[in-house]
T-cell receptor, first 114, second 111 residues
Framework: EAQVTQNPRYLITVTGKKLTVTCSQN?????MSWYRQDPGLGLRQIYY???????DKGDVPEGYKVSRKEKRNFPLILESPSPNQTSLYFC?????????????FGPGTRLTVL | SQQGEEDPQALSIQEGENATMNCSYK?????LQWYRQNSGRGLVHLIL?????REKHSGRLRVTLDTSKKSSSLLITASRAADTASYFC???????????FGSGTQLTVLP
């Protein structure tokens, strides 16, 4: 089944404790990205990657890091989480090279930083 | 930055009625997409309309695009209770093909 998976789905942590949210897709998509969703603000893009070893900042990259060492994986790293990073996070992938911009979303990771 | 702005923010209708949501955006686009999100879940792609298209249909969905007004509308006909969800428009622009979302319309369909 074609899908985007994220882990963990729920995470409660404390300020300053490094964490990684994993994202994996099995559709051989070149493009992957991370969004955060906050009430009243819609989805805002954090980082995106056009392909392996190619990443770029989205609209709200501060406090986040990403890496794209393999085509299927695109982990989101919070080196020193803070309470303002409490949010619902979504990973997505697509294959613009085939002319399709449709993004496939993961189920989301609800992060709470105390 | 938010590219699309949906209107209304919330819409409540009776089952069987049509629901219309509007989206306005600010810059030129490659295409515009509509997504649906059930509460707290991932987004599901509904329909994509390219910048050179004016109207597109998919089942009970009808999307229009007016690039001169930088606006789009999503019409859901004969709504069902299961259509209750948040609906987002998203625009794709530039060579990086970033997807920029609006803040969404919360649709409630009453049985």
């Amino acid at each position: 089944e074609a899908q985007v998976t994220q882990n963990p789905r729920y995470l409660i942590t404390v300020t300053g404790k490094k964490l990684t949210v994993t994202c994996s897709q099995n559709m051989n998509h070149e493009y992957m990205s991370w969004y955060r969703q906050d009430p009243g603000l819609g989805l805002r893009q954090i980082y995106y990657s056009m392909n392996v070893e190619v990443t770029d900042k989205g609209d709200v990259p501060e406090g986040y890091k990403v890496s794209r060492k393999e085509k299927r994986n695109f982990p989101l790293i919070l080196e020193s989480p803070s309470p303002n990073q409490t949010s619902l996070y979504f990973c997505a992938s697509s294959s613009p090279g085939q002319g399709a911009d449709t993004q496939y979303f993961g189920p989301g990771t609800r992060l709470t930083v105390l | 930055s938010q590219q699309g702005e949906e209107d209304p923010q919330a819409l409540s209708i009776q089952e069987g009625e049509n629901a219309t949501m509007n989206c306005s955006y600010k810059t030129s686009i490659n295409n515009l997409q509509w997504y649906r999100q059930n509460s707290g879940r991932g987004l599901v792609h509904l329909i994509l309309i390219r910048s050179n298209e004016r109207e597109k249909h998919s089942g009970r969905l009808r999307v229009t695009l007016d690039t001169s007004k930088k606006s789009s509308s999503l019409l859901i006909t004969a709504s069902r209770a299961a259509d209750t969800a948040s609906y987002f428009c998203a625009t794709v622009s530039g060579s990086a093909r970033q997807l920029t979302f609006g803040s969404g319309t919360q649709l409630t369909v009453l049985p």
